[in-house]
């Protein structure tokens, strides 16, 4: 059974860097085929895909994020990590990392509530 966990602080202040960590069981990132990606849906509205990482390391990021974003990882933990720069509020939403396999999601983690605010 694959597992994803969220993990990071639940409340951050504008202009600071968002940090979330997935650890992942029950499966390795560098599994060929499969990828890792990070999705956030802000209150009352859908998910949006923030960017994610392939089996191999490589990285792809949604254009409207990607001069904030970065995802990197750490083979040893099975971990992947997403860090969002200069947050506003509109940066409030529930984070959730998830594994994509064959053009879907087939697991995700339970999801974080970050909140940005003063």
């Known amino acids: 059974q694959v597992r994803l966990q969220e993990s990071g602080p639940g409340l951050v202040k504008p202009s600071q860097m968002l940090s979330l960590t997935c650890t992942v069981s029950g499966g390795a990132i560098t599994a060929p085929n499969y990828g890792w990606a990070w999705i956030r849906q802000p209150p009352g509205k859908g998910l949006e895909w923030m960017g994610g990482?392939?089996?191999?390391?490589?990285?792809r990021y949604s254009p409207s994020l990607e001069s904030r974003t970065s995802i990197s990882r750490d083979t040893c933990k099975n971990q992947f990590s997403l860090q969002l720069s200069a947050v506003t509020p509109e940066d409030s939403a529930v984070y959730y990392c998830a594994r994509g396999y064959k053009d879907a999601y087939d697991y995700w983690g339970q999801g974080t509530q970050v909140t940005v605010s003063s």
């Open positions: 990482m392939a089996y191999d390391g490589s990285t």
